[in-house]
């Protein structure tokens, strides 16, 4: 059996939810559905940020890794932590990750700030995800909550954390880069 490594912050734990409703789940769902012998490991940890991620991710390396998601940053975009500060941490785990299993597979979930907040620094955190997905030569996900992040009937009553609904599309978002994988 092979390991997918699901390693992100609420989103990824499915903050709000049963387990079975997360993102990571839903995935481990399908897989199982579809005879695909992989294991979902959901390494999410509500409000971590990339330099929380930095710190615990050898943890979670002590198993075999087939294919790491890496999901964090939304909570580092919230805080206005530095975007040279997320991406040097993101650059980081990627690093740390492919020290520990040269093989691996990964994918890089994009982040985005909402149009609705101007200046540089939102454009500064949208494009920091493509960079770091060009440089390391990652499979991407452009934007995780596309279609999710403002819709109130996805997420919980935070407005933030999606609700059972959103994660399925979060699910959808990241099996069509996942699969193509397998």
Do not use: C
Not at 18 to 26: A, D, F, G, N, V
Not at 107 to 124: N, T
């Amino acid at each position: 059996m092979k390991n997918i490594l699901f390693f992100g912050d609420s989103l990824t734990a499915g903050y709000g939810l049963r387990t079975s409703q997360s993102y990571p789940s839903i995935i481990q769902q399908r897989l199982k559905e579809q005879g695909y012998d992989y294991k979902v490991i959901n390494a999410g940890l509500s409000g971590d940020t990339t330099a929380g991620g930095v710190y615990r991710v050898d943890r979670w390396l002590q198993e075999p890794i087939d294919i790491f998601v890496l999901a964090l940053g939304a909570n580092d975009g919230l805080r206005g932590i530095p975007t040279r500060e997320t991406s040097q941490n993101l650059q980081e785990i990627i690093d740390k990750v492919r020290h520990k299993y040269p093989d691996v597979k990964i994918i890089l979930s994009g982040m985005e700030i909402p149009d609705i907040v101007p200046g540089r620094y939102a454009a500064e955190y949208r494009v920091l995800f493509r960079e770091l997905a060009i440089k390391n030569n990652t499979l991407f996900i452009p934007f995780i909550l596309a279609g999710v992040v403002g819709v109130k009937e996805l997420n919980l009553p935070d407005g933030v954390h999606p609700n059972a609904e959103g994660q399925k599309i979060l699910a959808e978002h990241t099996w069509t880069v996942l699969k193509d994988i397998l």
